[in-house]
């Protein structure tokens, strides 16, 4: 049997010190799908699943007749459809699982039995009571792992044991406890387990070692893992968690050899401490810490696992094997961090995620939100000033330079023009493809919105002439010749001081050339550019001429 080892060597130590300071969080979006209004009844939701692009929801309710509902609704929180309502045969529910388009999931049953468990057929739209268990046998229970045939369960406790591991068979309906030699020198209230093969492993909340008063102060061991044959022989304690570093694990999670978990403290609103280990115990290694208590399990999505403390989403890497905060609940109505308790989680994605919140005294009594973890598109820069000559079929500008996406989403683009009737747009891609419609000079608007609704615009300006309209007035102290140009143009200036540099631009909007004025008459050579259309820009402290040149 392990203890944590509490001390980390000086170069781990210094990995986890720079990840907490310097990681920082993602930007995101976060959206209020419901709102549980302030009446005399209770509401919570209590399990989130995500199937075919829908959201399964089960929630507990304290009203009349009505303890509770399994319903389905879009992503957005619109179309909420009832498929189940608690109440009669069946009371509170208190989770499901999704396996093979079926939820399974436990509730209570009557007055007198206790434990029930139900299954939810989504393409049959058919809710079945599997079965419903006598107190003696199991008080609480959870669904801990599915088989085609089997339900492995976890009971906290009962009549005759402080917890066990069992099955119930799905066609026969048989219920059949597997391990239930509970104590506080092994194991008690099972909270998971993983079935690997032939091996089960097991957390339990609290079970042997080191004792501890819990809220209520009653004493009792802390928290512990152990390992035993699926028919509940062999039974090893492997792992056990230590006061003020994690008593309690909370989930437990499999890859490559290598075993996940999150251990708690209770009552002590301390950190959550997410450890990896081997299938023995052995080369527990520290990944990481939320900053406040740990309140999930995890959800793996790829390859990450995503948790919840009592103010942020964390996300565990399992290829770099580090932990660390993704998004801290706060800035919006409410405040999750001071308010709310979640209650349940989904992750659809490495950027979706849903939680339920309850118990909010500023905010109603809590809600249901979606989280975008996103970073909306940037801008670098524009195109300038195009400028086009009457009669051009098309041009095309690529916008790749200037918007791009920290998260390498496809971007979709709206080009909107301040004046109607002079250019015109069609999009290929990441390119813009300009059309005349007729002469003129306006601003144009180009906006990217990324897939989860953020965006960014950047603007530019479009001149399309025939040589003589001109579109800006021209400033009574500077003059511009030869118009069209042959190799060269001339500046010529009223007041030496009003200008001080200029600069040429070619039709795409870049810069080809920068100068300076020293006197009143200044040259531009053209010889080295070729013929078409340009832009001179003259620029001084308080004002900027630009002018249209034919070379």
């Not at 399964?56 to 007749?65: H, K, N, R």
């Not at 529910?93 to 049953?109: D, M, T, V």
């Not at 999150?262 to 009552?267: A, E, H, L, N, T």
């Not at 950027?351 to 118990?359: I, P």
Request: charged share 20%; with cysteine; net charge negative.
């Amino acid at each position: 049997m392990k203890f944590f080892n509490l001390f980390l060597s000086r170069s781990a130590l210094l990995v986890l010190v720079c990840l907490l300071l310097f990681g920082v969080p993602a930007q995101s979006q976060v959206t209020f799908l419901e709102h549980y209004p302030e009446t005399d009844i209770v509401e919570r939701v209590v399990s989130i699943e995500f199937y075919e692009g829908k959201l399964y929801v089960l929630s507990q309710q304290d009203a009349e007749y009505i303890d509770g509902f399994l319903y389905r609704m879009n992503t957005d929180g619109s179309e909420r459809e009832i498929l189940h309502v608690f109440g009669a045969e069946v009371r509170y529910p208190r989770h499901f699982k999704l396996h093979k388009g079926i939820l399974y999931g436990s509730a209570e049953g009557t007055v007198s039995r206790l434990s029930a468990f139900f299954q939810y057929h989504i393409e049959e739209d058919k809710f079945e009571v599997i079965t419903d268990l006598p107190r003696w046998q199991s008080w609480t229970s959870l669904v801990g792992h599915i088989t085609d045939s089997l339900i492995w369960g976890l009971s906290d406790y009962s009549l005759e044991d402080e917890g066990s591991l069992f099955t119930l068979s799905l066609d026969k309906k048989e219920f059949e406890k597997v391990y239930n030699q509970t104590g506080l020198d092994r194991g008690q209230d099972p909270v998971a387990m993983l079935h690997l093969d032939s091996l089960f492993l097991v957390a339990f909340y609290r079970g042997g070692g080191i004792p501890l008063p819990d809220e209520e102060g009653v004493f009792a061991g802390t928290g512990c893992i152990a390992r035993m044959n699926p028919d509940g022989s062999d039974y090893q304690v492997i792992l056990q968690g230590a006061p003020g570093f994690g008593a309690h694990p909370l989930d437990l999670f499999y890859q490559e050899g290598k075993i996940y978990t999150v251990f708690y403290d209770k009552g002590r609103a301390g950190p959550g401490h997410i450890v990896r280990f081997n299938l023995d115990g052995s080369e527990v290694v520290s990944l990481g810490t939320t900053q406040q208590l740990a309140v999930s399990g995890f959800k793996p999505v790829g390859n990450n696992l995503y948790g919840v403390s009592r103010n942020s989403l964390y996300r565990v890497d399992l290829a770099a094997d580090t932990a660390l905060d993704v998004f801290t609940f706060g800035g919006f109505p409410g405040d999750v961090a001071d308010v709310f308790l979640v209650d349940a989680f989904c992750a659809v994605s490495d950027r979706e995620f849903y939680f339920s919140a309850s118990k909010g005294g500023d905010y109603d009594k809590g809600g249901f939100f979606k989280i975008i973890v996103n970073t909306p598109p940037s801008v670098w820069g524009n195109p300038g000033h195009l400028v086009y000559w009457d009669g051009f079929e098309q041009d095309a500008v690529d916008l790749t330079p200037y918007f791009t996406d920290d998260d390498l989403d496809e971007l979709v683009y709206e080009a909107i023009p301040d004046k109607a009737g002079i250019i015109s747009f069609r999009y290929a891609g990441d390119t813009l493809l300009l059309q005349e419609e007729g002469l003129g000079q306006t601003w144009v608007t180009v906006k990217a919105t990324d897939p989860f609704g953020a965006s960014n615009q950047m603007r530019f300006k479009v001149t399309v002439t025939d040589g003589k309209t001109g579109f800006e007035e021209p400033e009574p102290f500077l003059s511009v010749y030869p118009n069209p140009a042959k190799k060269q143009v001339f500046l010529e200036l009223e007041l030496l001081s009003s200008f001080s540099s200029f600069s040429l631009f070619d039709s795409r909007g870049q810069k080809q050339f920068t100068g300076e004025i020293r006197s009143h008459r200044t040259q531009v050579d053209l010889s080295r550019f070729t013929p078409g259309l340009y832009l001179l820009e003259v620029k001084g402290d308080q004002v900027v001429h630009r002018t249209l040149i034919i070379e």
